[in-house]
């Protein structure tokens, strides 16, 4: 029988990618006028967030926290937040949402090679397999260049090479400091995480910062911004510890499934996208092969 505390888990885990799904089309679409700096929007998304989470933490029980846990904390806001943010922010304008979504969609093959690594988890030839078919599946989306037909709507090696990045540095997050995060609160994690990494940005976005032209930038990517602060930023990160602390690093992968299929869906919709079958044969092979993987690794832990 399924734990209750489990099922709360999974539907935070839910919500936190459908949020992440929504957040690639608004990624792109505020990242498109070059009116902000990616840097910039990271700061402000440090700024917003972490002092929503300090805020939070007025109001709840002081909790005290290791001398030696502060590196971890700082390796783990650098890792999971400002390595993982950057690199999307500087990838989204050089790549479709469609094949942003498709790269994302590797996170639990990443995860499981964290896992083969740093717990010696045996990968069978049926976890290989599933391995090779994904890889052969963004190697075909890179060489078909399926991102479109030209123009900034094109996706591009370096698109594609920042969003392998950011997927990769997130795993890593999650399979790392799986057990730091479940030492302390999530509020008490999330307000170090942030504040370290505005610590790091601010030397060198906190002019732009400072100097933005507010009325300069339209209203719809004002409220763009406001949901990558108060949805993408402070409500997932709030999400994704509280979900960790209830099920393993791979089921909380496993939920980024649902953060392509929103973001194909709404692309097309919107006319940010187009399907082609070059992208539905590449999206059939990443995701064949990470089923494959989550198959045999769920066949294992029996």
Request: with cysteine.
């Amino acid at each position: 029988m399924i734990r209750k505390d489990s099922i709360v888990g999974h539907l935070a885990c839910f919500i936190a990618y459908a949020i992440f799904g929504f957040n690639i089309i608004v990624c792109k679409d505020l990242t498109s006028g070059n009116l902000i700096s990616p840097l910039a929007i990271f700061c402000l998304r440090s700024i917003g967030a972490g002092g929503l989470f300090w805020i939070i933490s007025l109001f709840m029980p002081k909790e005290k926290i290791e001398k030696k846990d502060y590196i971890r904390i700082f390796a783990a806001s650098m890792l999971g937040f400002f390595t993982c943010q950057i690199t999307f922010l500087v990838g989204i304008p050089h790549i479709t949402p469609m094949d942003c979504s498709i790269l994302t969609a590797m996170s639990p093959i990443y995860t499981m090679a964290i896992a083969a690594i740093a717990i010696k988890e045996p990968i069978s030839w049926q976890k290989a397999g599933g391995v090779a078919i994904s890889f052969a599946g963004i190697i075909y989306l890179i060489v078909s260049k399926t991102g479109g037909s030209g123009g900034p709507a094109e996706t591009t090696m370096f698109g594609i090479f920042m969003i392998i990045l950011n997927s990769l540095s997130f795993s890593m997050y999650l399979g790392i400091f799986k057990p730091l995060i479940s030492r302390y609160s999530v509020v008490t994690f999330m307000k170090w995480i942030f504040l370290f990494a505005f610590a790091v940005s601010f030397p060198f976005a906190g002019k732009e910062v400072a100097t933005l032209d507010w009325s300069a930038i339209p209203k719809i990517q004002i409220a763009e911004l406001a949901y990558l602060i108060i949805c993408a930023t402070f409500i997932t990160y709030f999400l994704i510890p509280f979900g960790q602390k209830r099920i393993r690093p791979t089921l909380v992968s496993m939920y980024s499934y649902v953060q392509p299929i929103i973001a194909i869906v709404i692309s097309i919709c919107v006319g940010m996208d187009t399907l082609t079958w070059q992208k539905v044969l590449a999206a059939f092979m990443v995701f064949g092969g990470v089923i494959i993987v989550s198959y045999s690794r769920s066949r294992g832990e029996k």
